[in-house]
């Protein structure tokens, strides 16, 4: 997936408008006691003069880390307001999703009382807006409530979307084993684009792309639908390839004539719910996936699944972020002309989740040799024991992250 000089298309769509004000004013002092102040800085020194910029900048994952389900993790209120009072840059960096990144940052200001911007907040999908080779045809998308993640498509500018409820209430016979949910679908299903029509395969439904925005619901439909894709002539559900495992074509032939690209927004195979346990997330869904596409091409394992995979630890996600954190940064500091002496160079990356969280942030090479630092928290994903990929430091909680980073710092300077 390209970020190239569209990097940043996705952030003029979904904003659509100029910056609501964020500011560095004394309003963010006011959202905590100057006794908690002092005790997140550890330091009795007064704020830092309006002319000094942080050289340093954070981004936060938000479930286990802000929130757990849907409820405000205690002290990460406190923690964003300080870094808003001294004007110190944060994004959000989730592999959640399935909603508008305008509706989710309305929900995460209402929650954790502190004013936000759509510009500091990277949802899973976010990057996929950028896909502009795909806005014209049609694509398949999966997961999430209903059909919020087709509002979520159109909304970066996708024109022709269908969700597996549309074919599953004009072909039901596609998944028998749903039948107890066809009002569901009816609910909210959209006529479909072209009708799937096998003895006429030039007229019928194509799809050129499919998402995974977000956790799907109904694995079994899902898995069929992308299994049937995957195995078609040139994405036309209802066709087979006839190039499907011929020896002495490339992967055997699968994947060579036609079939729409598979994206995948979140390799997360756990999250932090209510229940104590974590569950199974989107990468728990691929993995399915990943297991009945063996079976299917001969199960021995020497026929490769063909898909791209973005969301945090990958490389893309991350370069996407740092390029967002910029922009945000620089949008704070406009017009300071100090900026120009004051490049980033340290970005705190503060997750729950080691094999997400820990490892992008460890693993990633920024271009602009801005150096990532890792920071794990305990109140999410992670429990007691060496994670497999290591942080810079392990905390009990987002404020004593942020305690602990200002501390590295050194600021106030």
Request: hydrophobic share 35%.
């Amino acid at each position: 997936m390209a970020t190239s000089s569209r990097a940043f298309g996705a952030l003029r769509l979904l904003e659509n408008s100029a910056h609501r004000t964020i500011a560095c004013i004394p309003h963010f002092r006011s959202l905590i006691s100057p006794i908690n102040r002092r005790s997140l800085l550890q330091s009795t020194k007064p704020s830092p003069p309006t002319s000094s910029i942080p050289d340093f900048a954070f981004a936060f994952d938000i479930d286990g880390v802000l929130l757990r389900s849907h409820d405000p993790i205690p002290r990460a209120r406190e923690a964003l307001s300080l870094l808003q009072s001294e004007c110190i840059p944060f994004i959000l960096l989730t592999n959640g999703g399935g909603k508008p990144e305008s509706e989710r940052v309305a929900e995460l200001e209402d929650k954790l009382k502190i004013p936000l911007d759509i510009s500091m907040f990277i949802q899973s999908h976010t990057p996929f807006a950028d896909l502009e080779e795909y806005k014209g045809k049609t694509i398949l998308v999966l997961g999430g409530d209903e059909d919020r993640c087709r509002f979520v498509a159109e909304q970066y500018g996708f024109k022709s979307v269908v969700v597996p409820g549309d074919i599953f209430v004009q072909h039901s016979e596609i998944w028998p084993f749903s039948e107890h949910l066809l009002n569901h679908y009816k609910a909210f299903a959209r006529p479909l684009p072209r009708p799937i029509n096998a003895a006429s395969p030039q007229d019928s439904l194509r799809i050129d792309a499919i998402f995974v925005y977000n956790d799907p619901r109904d694995w079994g439909l899902d898995a069929t639908l992308v299994l049937d894709l995957l195995l078609s002539q040139k994405g036309i559900l209802g066709t087979t390839s006839a190039m499907n495992g011929k020896t002495n074509l490339p992967n055997k032939g699968y994947q060579q004539d036609g079939q729409p690209k598979l994206y995948f927004s979140n390799p997360d195979l756990w999250w932090a719910a209510k229940y104590h346990l974590p569950r199974l997330g989107q990468g728990g869904f691929r993995e399915a996936l990943e297991g009945l596409w063996r079976a299917v091409t001969g199960g021995k394992g020497d026929v490769a699944l063909g898909k791209e995979i973005i969301g945090k630890p990958y490389y893309k996600t991350y370069e996407y972020a740092e390029k967002r954190l910029i922009s945000h940064r620089n949008y704070l500091f406009k017009g300071r002309d100090e900026m120009e002496n004051v490049p980033l160079k340290r970005v705190y990356m503060v997750g729950d989740n080691p094999e997400s969280d820990i490892r992008g942030g460890n693993s990633f090479k920024s271009p602009l040799r801005t150096d990532w630092n890792s920071i794990l928290v305990r109140t999410g994903v992670h429990r007691e024991g060496e994670p497999a990929w290591k942080p810079k430091v392990i905390v009990d909680d987002v404020h004593d992250a942020v305690q602990w980073a200002l501390q590295q710092s050194k600021w106030p300077k």
